[in-house]
Every structure is written in C-alpha cells, then in structure tokens.
C-alpha cells in the first residue's frame, strides 16, 4: 500500500517537475555548459580527441641525429600517456630553418616540440661526470639550453601544467639517453647501459597497438566532478519543491489523506532520484559522445556508482527539505552547503592534490566517495571492485542516515 | 447510537498558550454544525486537531464510534477537509488535481474519471477543466479547494473558513455546493467567523472564544437568548410630561433625539408585538408627537456572541 501511495505522489511530481524548466536547466543543461566551457578551456574539444586521447603529443625535431638523440627520443616515447612524431626536416644544415623550428610553435595536433640542436651529443660528452649522473644538475641553471635543447609549448596547450610534466619527461629520458656516454667514462654504468634499451623504435610507436581506451584524461576528471557536483543540486531543487507543497498547502492536505507519511516521503524522494539517475545518464553519455570521454574497461560499474550516488544526494535533499524552514534558508544554506561540500570533497579540485589533511577531511562528505568510485572506474586500467564497492557501501550508509533523519523531522513537524 | 463525530474534551497548549481548552460536541450524521468564532479563537487549531493534522495535548475524537488515530491513516479515509488556505497544484489542471487527490482516496479507474467529471460540474469548472489553476481566479481556485475535498464522498465534510477572500457570486455557489451535500446525507463542520453563512448553512452552532466553547446548540435556541428590539425615533429632544408608554418601553436620549426603545424576548408571539407597537405609536399620536423612523434588531449570532463576550466578532 505504502508503495502504490507514494508512487502517485511520485508520478504527480514528475509532472511538476517536467513543467519546471528551471530544474531541467539546473540539473542537465548547466553542468553541460560548465564542462564545455572548462573542457574548452583546456583545449580539448572533441575535434583533437584523437590527439588527446594519446595524452601529450611531443614533436621531436632532430638537428643532431646522433646515437644519443635517437636514444632521447626513444625513452621519451616510451611513456604511456606520450607520443612521439618526427618533425620534417627539410634540410638539416640550415640555420634557418633551425631558427624556425626553435622559434615558432608547433602546429596543433602536437602539444609540445623538442628540438635537438646540433650540438646535442658533443655537448653531452663535454659534461664533467658530475654534471652526467645528475642531469637535473646539468639542465638546472641554464635549463635545456645547457645541453642543447630547446622545448617549445603549442598555443592552447601552454599551461604550465604540460610543460613542467614535458620537462620532467624530457630530463627523465636524457638520463637513460646519456647512460652509454656515461659509461663511457665511469665503468660501474656499463651494465646500466647495456641494459638500457629503448623499449620500442621510436619512429613506428607513434600508436600503441593494444593500449586500452583511457579516453580523454581532462574529461576523466572533469565530467564526473561535476557530474557529481550537479547531482547533489538536487538538494537545493528538493528544498524548494517541499517548501512549495508546505507553502501551497498541499503537504497538509497529504497529510490528512488517508495515506502514511512514509509514503509521502518516499513519494516525495523518488522523483527526484530518477531525475538525478536520468541527469548523470545524460551527463555520461553527453561526456562519451562530445568529449570522449572513456566509461573505463567495465562501463556495468557505471550503474551501482550511479545508483548509489543518487541515493545518497536525494536522501541529503529529504533532510535538507525537512529541516529548512523558508525560501531564503533553502537558497543561502543550501548552496553554503552545496559549494562547501563540492570544494572539500575534491569536485572542483582534484583530491590528489590536497593536503593529507584535507584528503582525510574530504571523506565526510558523500561526493568524496563517489568521486574515488567514479576515479578508480575510469582513469584504471584494472578497476579494483572491491575499492569501487566500498565507495558504494559508504555512499548508502550516508543516504540511510539521511534518510532517518529526514523521516524523524518528517514525523515531528506534523 | 453513537453520533457521527464525537470530539470529548480537547486540548491544545502552545507554551502558555492555551489555543483549545476542553472543547467537547457531537456532530450527528448528515448534520451541519458550525463553529463560530473571531480569528484566533482557536477554531482552525480544532478543525486541525479533529482531522489528524495536529496531535492534541489532551482528549480524543470518535469517527463512527471508532477513535481517530493520527498513526492509522485509512481512519481519515471517511473523512474531507476544505483547508482555510488554498490547497491546490497551480502547475496542475483542474481535472489533474481532481484526479491526484481522488487517487489518494483509493479512487482509480473509469470511477475516479467519472467521479472527477461529476465534482467539476457540481463546482461549475467544466469548462476550465483542462487549464492550469495558475490561471484561474480567486473564487474558482476556492471552489475547486472544495472539489478536492469531497471527491471520496466523505461522511463528514469539516470546511475551514471556506469563503475567505471570495468573490459574491463564488461565495453563493459554494454555500449552494454545502447545502446540497448536507441534504444528500453528509454531515457539515463549518467553521467561519461569517456568521451570516453559518447561519444560513447550519442547524447548531458552537460558539468559541479564546480556545473555550461558549455556547452550543441548535440555532433557534441560541437566537432565544436575544431579544428583539424595536427602536422608534422622535425627531425631537423633549417628550410632554404625561406621556405614558407600555412599561417595557423606554424612554432615552440619543445625542439631541429622543428615542422609544423596547424589547420582546418572545419572538413568536408576533400579535405581541403587534399590539405594542400600536399601543405606543397611538400614544405617541395623542401628544402630537411623530416618528421620524423605526427600526428593528433581529436576533442573530453576532449579537449573541456580542452578549456572551462583551466584544463583537470582528473585533
């Protein structure tokens, strides 16, 4: 009985709430526009997915063309989130044109372009030993200058963000690149570079066959964070929806029906978990199709994720709906809530980079758990289940909790 | 035989506040009783109790002998309530309303359809039935409010104030709507500080005041507790020496008017007060006196809730 009763209120508040535009807005169109608008920002619009699903794409522009330059490039194709392409050079010896590959930036289907100057390897042999075996040391005060590199940002893709991950990965390569030089004069890194092989040709790996679709990483993060961040909006719509039925009348007059206030709360509740479950579908799947964004190795773990997220954000939306008294509380509390708990939960700043602190504190709020699920899901190769349905676990202990709460306020104000 | 409502002995404190002390009365079924009271003499506090939307600090309500309990909802199935405020989906068409609140009443199917089609046209909204109630008027709103409560064919039908802030001609087809369930068989509780309309709608009348129940009977009894007075204006101050009038009337002076006033707590015996009022007038007539106006106070509530408080009802 309880289920019928609550399922006409719930049918009558679909209705309501498919007359009102403003809830539609909030709730779908808003996050759509904000992710566009940060996913534009960054320059990864669905028209270079291709390029951003490689992550970073170096141009390696070779005016040395020595063992140890092939080498570099090597090693720096040889990172997973890295691909590498040859620039055409037409003709080497040509100051010119090396002027012009040092000095304009790279076209926009590369993020970034290395240019190896002629001088690449002598120089390398000219280095103390010292300098050798530190080349963070050797590139320190001068940069890659110093050993005659150069590194060049795309226009949309200078953050710099990119260009200390593409220096890093630069420095990181040159100190396998350099291990024959160097062993050349210390013996112990003779077997070291021996050892040191560069995992693939460099020239044929612009494409790695096999890799899994990790789609595009910026919207990895970003849909999702605000997917989550819009679902729990629902928050503030319930309040106002309950509010308007108090305000109307309507809520005493379900209340002297002959029907249980169980039954008007779930009633109530329902319609807004299926639209914050039919919000998040059109979210993930708007992510896919405009922003390619990937639903990881096993897009089935979407559901639970997805379901236990709005069960915990609707049940948030109930207690909130029965402690608020007026439209005033509902909009300054409701988004001192909202804002509050999307910044400490790491929706609008990734929790990775949060002080240890502030990542323990984040875990007090429902969005935290449903951002790990949704991370561990998509940005893993190998998904842990066992980790994603522990961020479930949690998500439905916040929402029952909720809901009693919600249910004892329900009970004591009528 | 148990009467259709029993409420025994209710009570209501807000902190010092006693909104309802001890109100006690029956409601016999197909009755119209009213509850007649200025604005916060407790009555909307009373009409909230009796029908489960509002726990009383003390005593309880009977519906056809069973107790009304605010824990077991299908004890309100019986039972319809038109709320002071409007309580209506403005988002919503009437039939959408007419329909959501049917189906809370366990009414569903081709019944509910037909049983929405009957209300609409017993409240004159037909042909609005189909727009949203955003667009309708204040009356209209008012009259489906009532349509809403009656949908299930309640056997007790509590209004609150159901004619607040409506238009005459609204106003007229509602009291109509009330009567004519009242006749079919549903009993009434109307509770209005219009004592106008409870004493056109309703048979008995309680009278409340600051949460205590003042009066309560049948109408024509608590209209014998005032007399009927007739007023008679000389024109003039003075009066000759050895006029003499019947022994009720009197004699006094209004401003720089002289005016007859007498009284008859028998408003039945109609040749009494014939025979008085000729006697005076041909007394009057004898000493050259004339009447420049007479005028009448019937019995009705307001003057007996006036004598039973000391303040008008409006106050």
């Known amino acids: 009985m309880i289920s019928t009763d609550a399922f006409k209120i719930t049918l009558k508040d679909l209705r309501l709430l498919s007359r009102d535009r403003r809830a539609l807005v909030i709730l779908v169109a808003m996050p759509m526009v904000i992710i566009a608008i940060v996913g534009s920002s960054t320059g990864r619009l669905r028209d270079n997915r291709e390029q951003s699903r490689q992550g970073l794409t170096i141009e390696v522009a070779d005016f040395n063309q020595s063992e140890t330059s092939r080498r570099l490039a090597g090693f720096l194709a040889s990172y997973d989130s890295v691909k590498v392409r040859r620039a055409e050079i037409s003709n080497r010896s040509d100051a010119k044109v090396l002027e012009r590959f040092s000095v304009e930036r790279p076209t926009d289907e590369n993020d970034m372009r290395l240019v190896i100057r002629p001088g690449f390897e002598s120089r390398i042999r000219e280095l103390s030993t010292t300098l050798l075996t530190s080349p963070d040391e050797s590139t320190r005060k001068e940069g890659l200058a110093n050993v005659n590199l150069a590194l060049i940002s795309n226009e949309t893709a200078a953050d710099p963000m990119m260009e200390g991950l593409a220096k890093s990965l630069v420095k990181l390569s040159l100190q396998n690149a350099i291990l024959p030089i160097l062993a050349e004069k210390v013996p112990s890194f003779r077997g070291a570079a021996r050892d040191s092989v560069i995992p693939v040709a460099w020239e044929t790996a612009a494409v790695k066959a096999g890799t899994p679709d990790t789609g595009n990483r910026v919207y990895q993060f970003f849909i999702p964070s605000y997917t989550v961040m819009f679902v729990f909006f629902l928050v503030n719509i319930m309040g106002r929806s309950f509010l308007s039925e108090r305000d109307l009348g309507t809520l005493g007059r379900l209340r002297i029906a002959p029907i249980s206030s169980t039954a008007i709360l779930i009633g109530k509740t329902l319609p807004f978990f299926i639209l914050s479950l039919a919000q998040t579908i059109i979210l993930m799947i708007s992510g896919r199709l405009l922003f390619g964004m990937s639903w990881g190795p096993q897009p089935w773990l979407l559901l639970p994720i997805m379901f236990c997220t709005s069960a915990a954000a609707t049940a948030l939306g109930l207690m909130f709906s029965t402690l608020a008294k007026t439209e005033s509380q509902v909009s300054s509390v409701g988004n001192l809530i909202l804002l509050s708990s999307a910044g400490i939960s790491g929706c609008l700043v990734p929790r990775a980079w949060m002080p240890p602190l502030s990542q323990k504190i984040s875990l007090l709020t429902p969005h935290a758990w449903a951002l790990d699920a949704y991370s561990e899901l998509l940005t893993k190769e190998m998904p842990s289940i066992a980790a994603i349905g522990q961020s479930c676990g949690m998500l439905l202990l916040f929402s029952a909790v909720f809901y009693v709460v919600g249910l004892y306020r329900f009970r004591a104000d009528g | ?315």
Not at chain 2, 60 to 69: A, F, N, P, S, Y
Not at chain 2, 210 to 238: M, N, W, Y
């Open chain 2, 1 to 315: 035989m148990a009467p259709l409502l029993a409420v025994d002995n209710l009570v209501k404190k807000y902190g010092d506040l006693t909104a309802v002390d001890l109100l006690s009365f029956d409601v016999e079924a197909g009755e119209a009783f009213g509850l007649l009271g200025p604005n916060g003499a407790g009555k909307s506090t009373a009409m909230m109790m009796i029908c489960g939307l509002l726990a009383a600090d003390y005593g309880e309500v009977r519906l056809e002998g069973r107790r009304l309990d605010r824990t077991r909802p299908e004890s309100r199935q019986r039972m319809g309530v038109v709320p002071q405020d409007l309580a209506i989906y403005p988002d919503l068409s009437a039939r959408e309303n007419l329909l959501f609140f049917g189906s809370l009443y366990h009414l569903s199917g081709s019944k509910l359809r037909r049983k929405v089609d009957e209300v609409l046209e017993q409240v004159g909204l037909t042909a609005r039935a189909d727009d949203l109630t955003d667009t309708f008027s204040g009356g209209m709103k008012r009259r489906l409010n009532f349509a809403a409560a009656v949908m299930h064919d309640p056997v007790l039908l509590i209004l609150d104030e159901p004619t607040v802030g409506v238009d005459p001609q609204s106003r007229a087809h509602l009291i109509e709507c009330i009567r004519s369930l009242q006749q079919s068989g549903t009993a009434i509780i109307y509770a209005s500080h219009y004592m106008e309309e409870v004493q056109i709608v309703c048979t008995r009348a309680a009278i409340m005041d600051h949460g205590k129940l003042l009066a309560c009977d049948t109408i024509p009894q608590l209209l014998k507790q005032i007399p009927f007075e007739v007023e008679l204006r000389l024109g003039q101050s003075r009066v000759p020496e050895g006029l003499s009038l019947d022994t009720s009337a009197r004699i006094e002076l209004d401003g720089d008017e002289a005016v007859v006033r007498f009284s008859t707590q028998d408003q039945s015996c109609e040749l009494a007060l014939n025979r008085d009022v000729t006697n005076i007038l041909t007394a009057l007539e004898q000493h050259s006196i004339s009447v420049r106006s007479i005028r009448t106070h019937e019995p009705n509530l307001e003057r007996l809730f006036l004598k039973l408080t000391g303040h008008r009802l409006r106050d």
